[in-house]
């Protein structure tokens, strides 16, 4: 079976400080990865897809990046973070239109 | 270009009452449509989806959605609802082909069922 993990679960981080968030596909290759945003109370942004390692492209500019470094991992990060940053973060994975969300990760920056 | 609008951000209904959440596209063609759950400091869960056949979906817990082409609608359904239902509901759309799949998502609808 096809399983996806996020890492960590949550996190407080300062202002201007870096920012480095995993996810991992276990059970499925060469899978369509995707990182999405949400804002407190808002709905959801994608913020990135990647169709295979090493390729990433971006859809909205948040002053985010994100690398896939193997088939199974999508990472999420940035240098400085900004206070517009605070949010949830979903990564997923997605098979011919079929879309499974990892659990989140949430992200409070101070 | 392809949207999604739930038009009621919030919605109450009292436990055993019927529920029913609006969900509008926009979209060129047919597209596949989902609807999520996401339930507090959770992640998204899959309700149902529909694709092509028979407009009305059946999917977990006793919820249906019933796709109109000619209202752009996919309204969620459900006869009678739990306080348990109380979540935040997510519309969404991804077009029919492509190797990049881009899944929008509508604003929400947060749900309380009261007791």
Same mark, same amino acid.
């Given at each position: 079976?096809?399983?996806?993990? =996020?890492?960590?679960?949550?996190?407080?981080?300062?202002? +201007? *400080?870096?920012? *480095?968030?995993?996810?991992?596909?276990?059970?499925? $290759?060469?899978?369509?990865?995707?990182?999405?945003?949400?804002?407190? +109370? @808002?709905?959801?942004?994608?913020?990135?897809?990647?169709?295979?390692?090493? =390729?990433?492209?971006?859809?909205?500019?948040?002053?985010?990046?994100?690398?896939?470094?193997?088939?199974? =991992?999508?990472?999420?990060?940035?240098?400085?973070?900004?206070?517009?940053? *605070?949010?949830?973060?979903?990564?997923?994975? $997605?098979?011919?239109?079929?879309?499974?969300?990892?659990? @989140?990760?949430?992200?409070?920056?101070? | 270009?392809?949207?999604?609008?739930?038009?009621?951000?919030?919605?109450? &209904?009292?436990?055993?009452? !019927?529920?029913?959440?609006?969900?509008?596209?926009?979209?060129?063609?047919?597209?596949?449509?989902?609807?999520? %759950?996401?339930?507090?400091?959770?992640?998204?869960?899959?309700?149902?989806?529909?694709?092509?056949?028979?407009? &009305?979906?059946?999917? &977990?817990? !006793?919820?249906?959605?019933?796709?109109?082409? !000619?209202? !752009?609608?996919?309204?969620?359904?459900?006869?009678? %609802?739990?306080?348990?239902?109380?979540?935040?509901?997510?519309?969404?759309?991804?077009?029919?082909?492509?190797?990049?799949?881009?899944?929008?998502?509508?604003?929400?609808?947060?749900?309380?069922?009261?007791?």
């Amino acid at each position: 079976a096809q399983t996806i993990h =996020q890492w960590p679960v949550a996190e407080i981080k300062a202002v +201007g *400080s870096p920012l *480095s968030l995993g996810c991992t596909i276990k059970g499925k $290759s060469s899978p369509n990865l995707y990182w999405y945003w949400q804002a407190t +109370g @808002g709905t959801l942004q994608q913020l990135f897809y990647s169709i295979t390692v090493g =390729q990433v492209e971006s859809v909205v500019q948040l002053n985010l990046s994100a690398s896939r470094p193997k088939d199974d =991992q999508f990472i999420l990060s940035t240098e400085k973070l900004l206070l517009s940053h *605070s949010g949830f973060y979903l990564c997923a994975w $997605s098979l011919n239109s079929d879309y499974t969300f990892g659990s @989140g990760t949430r992200l409070l920056v101070i | 270009a392809q949207s999604v609008t739930q038009p009621d951000a919030r919605v109450t &209904v009292s436990e055993g009452a !019927s529920l029913q959440l609006r969900c509008k596209y926009s979209y060129s063609a047919t597209p596949y449509l989902f609807w999520y %759950v996401q339930y507090p400091r959770q992640g998204l869960q899959l309700l149902l989806k529909y694709y092509s056949g028979d407009p &009305v979906v059946q999917g &977990v817990n !006793s919820f249906e959605a019933e796709f109109s082409k !000619s209202n !752009s609608s996919f309204h969620l359904q459900k006869a009678s %609802v739990h306080w348990s239902d109380s979540a935040v509901y997510f519309c969404a759309l991804s077009p029919l082909s492509g190797s990049f799949n881009k899944l929008t998502f509508g604003a929400g609808t947060r749900l309380a069922v009261c007791p």
